[in-house]
């Protein structure tokens, strides 16, 4: 037990920033407390001895010690407590800040290693469990000394009974802490799967609307509960070793505190002792057991919060060694002209998107389409151009330069790109616009570019109108728009649009294919769509069919010779589409619980 314990307290030292002061303030109030109780069993005993020998001056004085004792442990208890307080808020704040700013260092692909579950119960629980984790350290410190302390004090009134003493509390130590390691392993598997349950629970809810469309509700459902399931399992198992200990252990302190009392009444009809004697000891060995409880029990915490020690390494030291670097190239007048050579990329945590040998070019001042079914490779190529992986073969070039050549600063003002479902946080129009530009001329200028700005102005508060979490108070499609307005405050040179219309209505898509038009005027402009008329309107489209080219042209020319195409435009691509979507989420959230 000790030596694990020293060995967790190592691995929280080498992990959380502590401030001084507190820390030393935070030891400094408990001992000094714990130093004042260990008085109030004799000034207790002092007074029995001194009332029952009829002195009155000597009773009063010790319960005026005895008051005294009570206020100065008190005091020191308040001194612990603010500073445990003060340095909860310090350490919390680092290593909460420590991990965040590790987390945006990492690759696309950390998410496919790491579970979100996983991360954000780290974020949210773990950091604040390692905070409180320093109490534990000073508490299981100082009650340790007291423990011994007080067995001292028996040994040194009589050997025989302090040898009793100390076997009960070897006893006891050794039972509590193998609940301890039996219950530690369990809760492991209980954080295990609510990481599990808490991945689940995001995906049900990003897919809600699909779920109900196509009845998955029995499929999706039955996967929840498998999980669920096993968290119970887990739970159960701990469970009865946490009953053994609180219901079974406290046996061995009344089994000895009856045996202590037959030993000690013998003593005092003797005549070997006094009464005092007795109160003394007795107390001494209640305090004994229940300090040895309480180390226990944070003995017990430090076990279970080592697993937040494991979590937090695991997502501070993930190996990052897929990760893409920046060049120094800092030209920064880019004319946005996109070249695919001979590109191959392949996922590493699933088998649908993989492309091989692609090439192609997009051109400034043209819209360039990527066309095909879902799992075709359309959304791989754009976020290879995004720089969220790293090809396996060939090359990406930009104005004929290779994309990792570029510098950080001038690759991320140059390229950007919005979504299907684009992220708009929970704080104001004007807000959400000036994390990219926050100049209000350029932020209306941006709006008005993509035909929202009436809209926006129509609004009691205009542009301070809050948006709730993910602008869900605005509609699918004026979120789309608010998202390519702050796509344009970039300045970017090349924009790329990831299905931006598949859940749009007509008049909407009318309304954004003719701001896609205005925006290849002086832009390079990349298109993932399923719409055939937004197809319709590219000066280029790349036809994908399983992760190869199989069309490249015009839509007239694809429409003479090109049979993939054919298919896609002549059959009902934008239902088959969908429900290839809905077949691929089923699969990755059957994967994902394997």
Not at 372 to 385: D, P, Q, R, Y
Request: hydrophobic content about 40%.
């Amino acid at each position: 037990m000790i030596k694990d314990n020293i060995k967790i307290i190592r691995d929280f030292f080498r992990l959380v920033k502590g401030n001084k002061k507190w820390i030393f303030l935070l030891f400094f109030g408990s001992f000094m407390a714990h130093l004042s109780s260990l008085l109030v069993p004799v000034f207790t005993s002092n007074i029995v001895y001194e009332v029952t020998n009829g002195n009155a001056y000597a009773t009063y004085l010790n319960i005026g010690f005895l008051a005294i004792t009570y206020l100065v442990y008190n005091l020191f208890w308040y001194l612990n407590y603010t500073s445990y307080s003060h340095n909860f808020q310090y350490s919390y704040k680092n290593l909460r800040e420590k991990i965040i700013d590790k987390i945006f260092t990492y690759d696309t692909e950390f998410t496919d290693k790491i579970s979100k579950g996983t991360v954000l119960n780290t974020v949210n629980t773990d950091t604040a469990n390692l905070s409180e984790m320093i109490d534990n350290v000073c508490e299981i410190i100082v009650l340790f000394l007291k423990v011994i302390v007080m067995i001292f004090i028996f040994l040194k009134t009589n050997l025989y009974i302090g040898l009793i003493v100390l076997l009960l509390e070897y006893l006891y130590l050794k039972s509590f802490d193998y609940c301890n390691i039996k219950s530690t392993k369990y809760l492991r598997g209980q954080q295990k799967y609510r990481d599990k349950l808490t991945d689940n629970l995001s995906q049900i809810l990003n897919g809600l609307g699909e779920i109900k469309v196509f009845n998955l509700y029995d499929k999706i459902k039955n996967n929840f509960y498998v999980i669920a399931n096993k968290w119970s399992d887990q739970y159960m198992l701990k469970r009865k070793y946490v009953n053994i200990r609180s219901t079974l252990l406290p046996f061995v302190i009344h089994f000895g505190k009856v045996i202590l009392y037959l030993i000690l009444v013998f003593f005092v009809l003797e005549g070997k002792y006094e009464v005092n004697t007795l109160i003394l000891l007795i107390t001494y060995f209640e305090n004994i057991m229940t300090n040895t409880k309480e180390l226990m029990g944070y003995s017990r915490q430090l076990r279970e919060w080592s697993i937040s020690i494991t979590r937090i390494d695991t997502l501070l030291n993930y190996s990052n060694k897929g990760q893409i670097t920046f060049g120094i190239n800092e030209n920064d007048y880019i004319n946005g002209l996109v070249e695919f050579k001979n590109v191959s990329f392949s996922y590493k945590s699933k088998n649908r998107g993989n492309i091989k040998n692609i090439n192609f070019i997009a051109e400034p001042n043209q819209i360039t389409a990527l066309v095909g079914h879902s799992g075709s490779g359309k959304t791989t190529i754009t976020n290879l151009i995004l720089r969220k992986y790293k090809i396996d073969e060939g090359e990406i070039l930009i104005d004929h330069e290779n994309i990792y050549e570029y510098s950080k600063s001038v690759y991320s003002t140059n390229v950007v790109g919005v979504n299907q479902s684009p992220f708009i946080f929970n704080m104001s129009i004007r807000k959400n616009l000036s994390l990219i530009d926050s100049n209000f001329k350029n932020q209306v200028e941006a709006c008005k570019r993509v035909g929202i700005h009436d809209y926006i102005m129509s609004l009691p508060k205009g542009y301070n109108t809050v948006l709730t979490e993910n602008g869900s108070n605005f509609s699918g499609g004026q979120r789309q728009l608010l998202a390519i307005a702050r796509t344009l405050l970039s300045k970017a040179e090349i924009l790329i649009f990831d299905e931006v219309t598949s859940s749009l209505d007509t008049i909407l898509v009318e309304k954004i294919k003719d701001i896609f038009e205005n925006l290849k005027l002086d832009h390079t402009i990349l298109i993932v769509t399923h719409k055939k008329d937004v197809m319709q309107i590219a000066d280029k489209i790349v036809v994908l069919n399983h992760g190869e080219i199989v069309g490249l042209g015009t839509h007239q020319e694809l429409m003479k010779e090109n049979e993939y195409y054919i298919d896609l435009q002549t059959n009902n691509y934008s239902s088959s589409h969908k429900k290839m979507e809905i077949d691929s989420i089923v699969e990755d959230h059957n994967s994902e619980q394997k």
